[in-house]
């Protein structure tokens, strides 16, 4: 397959995720993995988010988008592989929702996202001896040594870029402003799931939680509901006919 390098001319015109498998600590059932879930600026090679969970699935990842977005900007574009995490119908909505493009490479195409999967090299590399000699058992251990070499990379001078990823990233956002969301309630509302319920006497329920309803909606066979999975136990959104 003919390869072509690129890089895009602005930050935030397209982010690149993926999932590394990345350090094992003492679980219940014995030694598990930690997963860091990075999303890397195509054009400053910034990393944007780099959270670690004992779990890769769509349910993190969209969390880890929603800590990048608020913590910097709303992308454009983001290309992910074919993993469970990122083929995601509530991901795809909710980037609908925020005008974001989501691009799913080819399967087993590493390198159609391959400045993170450079990165992942890089990560390793870097953390590896610090993980063995600190030897976390948590994994906000594993996130402390994470984040404290990302801060590191962010002022180390890339040769892809021929800068600093801080330096490429900040003089970009001076020359072209990236799109930033209204709020921290509007973002929090932009990742509420949606699901389709029927009304059992004046109740719905998602994940075994009950939610009263208006008392005009009982037995109706079709709402639309919007909540917050962080918050379970909060407010719901019910619409009907629109």
Known sequence: RIRHSFIMENVGEMW???????????????????????????????????????????????????????????????????????????????????????????????????????WWQTLEGATMLDLAIENPETVEEVQAIVDKWVNKYHHRVNRGIGDTPLNKYTDSIARHPVRKPASKAWLDEQFYLTVTRSVRCTAVQINAVKYRVPDELAWEKNVTVRYDPEDIAGTIHIYHNK
């Open 16 to 118: 690149q995720a993926d999932t590394c498998y990345y350090f094992k600590i003492p679980m219940k059932n014995g030694m598990g993995w930690v997963y860091v879930q990075g999303i890397l600026d195509d054009t400053s090679r910034y990393i944007t988010a780099a959270r670690c969970y004992t779990e890769d699935n769509a349910a993190n990842f969209r969390k880890t988008l929603k800590y990048a977005i608020e913590h910097h900007h709303i992308p454009s574009l983001v290309v992910v592989d074919n993993g469970a995490p990122y083929v995601d119908k509530d991901l795809l909505s909710l980037c609908n929702r925020l005008g974001i493009a989501l691009v799913n490479t080819r399967a087993n195409d590493g390198a159609g996202k391959g400045a993170i999967e450079r």
